[in-house]
């Protein structure tokens, strides 16, 4: 493990760290040095991560967080610009999957998808620009899906969402050279993303393929580490990662 004084640790934000691709991260970082800032709703599965983490000798802290509330992202940032001076490292990773055709009209579950997967992205970005374009230093890691390749006919809203948080990540990397900006792009994941919602049939497909084809969360925390360690200079544009089977 690294020293936390090292000149490499940064301090990285993880949103939607409870569970998935988020828990993971958190751990991929926190075990290569980082301090790490974890944000979810479900208090009690973050501080059960922090705990661990912290027995085990690395940083890491937790604050409750709704990606769609900006006041609770803004929080979520301030404190921790109070507390360490800076955000070297944003992962905007909370993300919701409720599947189902459009005739459905499962309108809220629209709404919630366009409300986390995107707008929550978008609080992100507008709570840590500022100090990062001050500092004109920093890196802002977007994780969206293959489905910002394709469209698939029970995933439509889903898939919008995630073409939308591509387009975002490019044309933010384009403004600066400051600021490096990374979209990663996972396929079938192991996480809690068919969960909740959705039509029950169709969520119940993905999760029998997810035995068979779906690759651990931690091929892309390790994605998303390999991204933040590249020299200031070196941009990680975008990072596609599925399993062989895909």
């Not at 990663?184 to 809690?192: A, I, Q």
């Amino acid at each position: 493990m690294q020293s936390p004084s090292s000149s490499n640790c940064k301090v990285v934000l993880v949103t939607g760290a409870s569970s998935g691709i988020g828990e993971a991260t958190a751990r991929h970082l926190a075990a290569a040095g980082h301090q790490v800032v974890l944000g979810a709703r479900r208090m009690d599965r973050l501080d059960r991560l922090v705990t661990e983490l912290t027995e085990a000798g690395y940083r890491a802290e937790s604050a409750q967080l709704d990606v769609t509330d900006r006041d609770s992202v803004n929080a979520f940032v301030a404190g921790a610009l109070e507390r360490h001076g800076r955000v070297d490292v944003l992962v905007n990773n909370a993300g919701v999957m409720p599947l189902g055709l459009m005739e459905e009209l499962r309108v809220d579950e629209w709404d919630q998808m366009i409300d986390v997967n995107l707008r929550g992205v978008l609080h992100g970005i507008a709570a840590v620009l500022p100090s990062m374009r001050e500092r004109r230093s920093g890196h802002i890691v977007n994780v969206a899906s293959t489905a910002a390749h394709r469209v698939d006919p029970t995933g439509v809203v889903y898939c919008a969402t995630k073409f939308a948080v591509r387009a975002v990540s490019e044309g933010l990397r384009q403004e600066t050279a400051d600021l490096r900006v990374t979209v990663v792009c996972p396929g079938l994941t192991k996480t809690e993303l068919t969960h909740s919602g959705g039509n029950p049939e169709q969520q119940g497909a993905v999760r029998s393929a997810l035995e068979t084809v779906g690759i651990d969360a931690s091929a892309i925390a390790q994605a998303i580490g390999y991204a933040i360690a590249q020299p200031a200079d070196v941009n990680v544009n975008e990072v596609i990662v599925q399993g062989t089977q895909a």
